[in-house]
T-cell receptor, first 114, second 112 residues
């Protein structure tokens, strides 16, 4: 079975500061990894994904994430956040094989303050 | 525009009544999913379907039922057997195993 742990339920930061949202996963097989963003009362939008290849993945809105197999982590980073980045962020894993369904973490609420 | 449409956006029902949530996609995706979201719980998988006329239980299927008679549609029925149905329900679809899922805008169900 696979699982995802998002280490921080809430992360408050000031505008233009850097931010890192942490995600660790467990799986017995090779994985695909994803970060999604959710604005209030809306669905989820894909920020970025790791399927294979380069471990540094760049996504939309200036976000990037690094896949670290030895530490089973996939942390999300942004060098300078904006007020509009305030949202909930979800890390998700899929084993990419027969068990293709996504398993999500519990989410991290990022609040960007002026 | 291609996408996933969930309706209605808000739904109120009395306790003990069954209710059906609609999910339609025009992305020509084979796989469709239903997730339940509760505050602080993330998303939990209710049911998923990889092909028409076939579906599988997810992690919290008790009290829910689905059908997949058409590729484009995957309705979810919340039955009276679901002990705590008030939640935000999200429908998603994808093209192949393990690739990204595209989400609808969700339906917020409140049972009173």
């Amino acid at each position: 079975a696979q699982s995802v742990t998002q280490l921080d339920s809430q992360v408050p930061v000031f505008e233009e500061a850097p931010v890192e949202l942490r995600c660790n996963y467990s799986s017995s097989v090779s994985v695909y990894l994803f970060w999604y963003v959710q604005y209030p009362n809306q669905g989820l939008q894909l920020l970025l994904k790791y399927l294979s290849g380069s471990t540094l993945v760049k996504g939309i809105n200036g976000f990037e994430a690094e896949f670290n197999k030895s530490q089973t982590s996939f942390h999300l980073r942004k060098p300078s956040v904006h007020i509009s980045d305030t949202a909930e962020y979800f890390c998700a894993v899929s084993d990419g094989g027969s068990n293709y369904k996504l398993t999500f973490g519990k989410g991290t609420l990022l609040t960007v303050n002026p | 525009d291609g996408g996933i449409t969930q309706s209605p956006k808000y739904l109120f029902r009395k306790e003990g009544q069954n209710v059906t949530l609609s999910c339609e996609q025009n992305l020509n995706h084979d796989a469709m999913y239903w997730y339940r979201q509760d505050p602080g719980q993330g998303l939990r998988l209710i049911y998923y379907s990889q092909i028409v006329n076939d579906f599988q239980k997810g992690d919290i299927a008790e009290g829910y039922s689905v059908s997949r008679e058409k590729k484009e549609s995957f309705p979810l029925t919340v039955t009276s057997a679901q002990k705590n149905p008030t939640a935000f329900y999200l429908c998603a679809s994808s093209i192949v195993r393990g690739t990204e899922a595209f989400f609808g805008q969700g339906t917020r169900l409140t049972v009173v």
